[in-house]
């Protein structure tokens, strides 16, 4: 009797774990959380709408994040690129003079760098009302050599949406970096060309992550912006705003476009 139950057990075993790895599974994506392995958002796409995220350019590679809990953070935070009222928290990518300042006002909660101090590497995840932020460290092309975990990707989480801002990026990126940024939605791009990548390489940086919404960042000027839609032709759908600021939601997301936001 013992030796004929044997097999029923261990098939009940196998739909529990099973069963237990489906949910563990279900589980990290309704949370929008980093998953090795997952690329474009594909996964994500059961998640219910919870609200709208509203983005603004503030210029060069900053922008106003706003949640629908009214939990506010401002990104690669200079102290010029500024919003009318003291965000929640500030990123900074790393120690360049226009993506971060040491002046910062006392009135910010939270400020998190992209680089750490000591030469270590900056290490990023906290929950501030209804925005998660995290980060991943990336390294630095410098003359002579190479910053090693220079410059962090922030990843920031707020109803449902997961918003990417690639800071000062200078490689493709890892399987390691594509598993800890998780499946993005929103993709905040430097476009250069120079000081980042060279535009063919952000591309292929784009091909990696495959997020459904691209906005341009850090593009200078019109040349720059204009040569770098070019390359996208046939990738993307693009769309030219007249105001700095957009408002994206899951259950409104745009599939493969390109938002040019002034500013840049």
């Not at 949910?23 to 929008?32: D, E, F, M, N």
């Not at 002046?103 to 290490?123: K, S, T």
């Not at 970096?177 to 998780?182: M, N, S």
């Not at 091909?207 to 839609?229: G, K």
Request: proline letters at 5%.
């Amino acid at each position: 009797m013992e030796r004929a139950l044997r097999p029923l057990r261990l098939i009940a075993f196998c739909l529990l774990s099973f069963a237990m790895l489906i949910g563990a599974v279900s589980q990290a994506v309704a949370k929008c959380v980093p998953i090795a392995g997952l690329q474009g958002g594909f996964m994500k796409a059961a998640l219910p709408a919870v609200g709208t995220v509203r983005l603004t350019f503030l210029g060069h590679s900053s922008f106003l994040i706003e949640t629908p809990g009214g939990v506010t953070a401002i990104t690669d935070y200079n102290g010029i690129h500024r919003a009318d009222e003291l965000p929640d928290i500030v990123t900074m990518n790393n120690a360049h003079e226009t993506h971060y300042t040491d002046f910062v006002d006392p009135g910010i909660e939270l400020v998190l760098r992209g680089w750490d101090p000591a030469g270590g590497m900056a290490d990023h995840e906290l929950q501030f009302g209804d925005l998660k932020v995290w980060n991943v460290a990336t390294n630095v092309r410098e003359y002579g050599g190479t910053r090693f975990n220079g410059n962090s990707i922030f990843v920031f989480e707020a109803a449902g949406l997961c918003i990417a801002h690639l800071g000062h990026l200078h490689h493709l990126l890892t399987d390691r970096d594509l598993g800890e940024l998780g499946a993005i939605d929103v993709l905040l791009v430097p476009v250069d060309g120079t000081f980042t990548m060279a535009q063919e390489f952000m591309v292929q940086v784009l091909d990696q992550i495959l997020a459904p919404v691209v906005i341009p960042m850090h593009y200078f000027s019109a040349s720059n912006l204009t040569r770098f839609l070019s390359l996208l032709k046939g990738r993307y759908e693009v769309a030219v705003s007249e105001t700095p600021s957009v408002e994206v939601s899951r259950r409104d997301l745009p599939y493969r476009k390109v938002l040019v936001l002034p500013g840049g």
